[in-house]
């Protein structure tokens, strides 16, 4: 599920949800939501309203709902929800709107606030049953039939089979190394030779090999990478400085650079784990029509 339908199942059960930076929206607590989907039930008149509030906080309420319905856990629920409110305030701020299914539209208006048009179609509200717990009910009624029981003579001859045949190694192991030991003892006695001298008898000495210190395995890093999400390349700085001041004026946070100085690329940049590029190239690719986002590592 897309993380504005979770918004707005979350608001449809709550009454309320907060959007970081941008506002508050408000459902009137006469409008009741249905489960199952109905073709002739639609959002009356002001049935959502929306207070403008530039510096409104993380909904702790909504991220914990986002965690129960994907089961990810709340730093990358976190890391998306913000994600799409910063992806929604850049797509709003060069003059496009951003749709929500289910909510309406929001758009920015010529005073440079963000306002709120309340559509009318109606998301079915999600079940208050978890889905991990129906798929626990699922299993409890598939697995009714017993294990099959091991005959336990069976099991028993083999274990006594199996003690008997370690301890017939062990035994013969012992008796192999003590008569080993013995012969090499043995060898190790210098004969009374006059010609035997110290330098001959010191090679007899045993040599004793200490075992390495194990290495502890390398531990995965999970740090934060700094790394460029290029959305726009040109072929001359000239438009790429043009197209740059274009975005920066909107609000939009891009870099222009190049490193071959044959082509000028225009990015956004990021400092977050490796692996939230896939969904933030996905969510720019949206934003920025007829355009095809792809990484580069700084």
Known sequence: MKIEQLIVQYLYTNKKVTLQDIGVFYLSDNV????????DTTLPDNAIT????????????????????TRKIKPLATSDLE???ILGRQFM??????????????????HG?????QGHSINPRLEPIPALLKEKNK???VFTTPPRKQNSKTGMFAAVIIFLLLAAAASFYFVFKNNKDQKVDQLAVPKKDST???????????????????????LPKTDNVTFNIVIREYKTLAKANEIARTY????YKVIQYSKDSLTYKLAVPFSRLLSDSTHLKDSLKRVYTNSNPYLEIN
């Open 83 to 85: 994600s799409f409110t």
């Open 50 to 69: 929306f207070e403008y509030n530039t510096k409104a906080v993380q909904d702790d309420g909504l991220i914990q709902f986002i965690v129960q319905q």
């Open 248 to 251: 920066k004026n909107y609000g």
């Open 113 to 117: 606030e963000y306002e709120f048009i």
């Open 93 to 110: 701020n060069i003059g496009k709107p951003l749709p929500i299914e289910g909510l309406g539209i929001l758009q920015k208006n010529q």
């Open 139 to 141: 299993e409890d009624i």
């Open 32 to 39: 009741t939501i249905p489960v199952e989907q109905d073709k």
């Open 196 to 218: 035997t001298t110290a330098k001959d008898t010191s090679s007899l000495k045993p040599v004793v090999i200490t075992p390495k210190d194990p290495v502890a395995p390398a």
